[in-house]
């Protein structure tokens, strides 16, 4: 599964207005449609947002190969309400194991590595690991003891 989430999407938005961010999201998905296989199955998951499916890949260096023709694709200009837009993306990519992984586990996944992408420097591709599992599992443990100290008292926020 490859998460793909488009770079400082609110900027057109907020500039340009929601009929231009329409527009762009449709500009999008046609050229996520155009960059993947065949037999890979793209779909918006909400806001700027898109998931690819890569099925059968024949190597998992594929799904390398896929990201990065997506993101060359979506750095063709756009444009939108009269102004020239060039749009980047950040993408995750997790693999499927076997028949442990549900769908909600390769999304979550494939968002945690995007996260890492866009930690990255933006416009970039990133691979989950376990690394990263366990990264997020530190972060909830933090935010959970910090608001339990908050709800003692033994912490204030100014």
């Known amino acids: 599964m490859l998460f793909v989430d488009l770079d400082r999407f ?9 009929d231009a961010g329409d527009e762009l999201l449709c500009v999008v998905a046609d050229r ?4 993947v296989r065949a037999t890979d199955s793209v779909a918006r998951v909400a806001g700027d947002e898109f998931v690819v499916i890569c099925d059968e890949l024949d190597r998992p260096d594929e799904a390398q190969v896929i990201a990065h023709r997506i ?6 200009p756009v444009d939108l309400a009269g102004e020239r837009v ?3 993306g950040s993408i ?5 194991h076997g028949d442990t992984d549900t769908a909600e586990d390769l999304l979550r996944d494939a968002a945690a590595a995007m996260y890492r ?11 989950f690991d ?10 909830l443990h933090m935010e959970r ?12 926020v100014w």
């Not at 995750?92 to 499927?96: D, L, P, R, S």
């Open 117 to 127: 992408a866009k930690e990255s420097g933006r416009a970039q591709v990133a691979a």
């Open 32 to 35: 996520l449609t155009t960059s």
């Open 130 to 139: 376990d690394s990263m599992r366990q990264r997020l599992r530190n972060e």
């Open 71 to 76: 993101l060359s694709s979506l750095q063709e």
């Open 10 to 18: 609110n900027l057109v938005n907020d500039n340009l207005g929601h």
């Open 145 to 156: 003891e910090i608001a339990e100290c908050l709800d003692r008292g033994e912490l204030r």
């Open 92 to 96: 995750g990519i997790a693999f499927a």
């Open 86 to 88: 060039r749009v980047r």
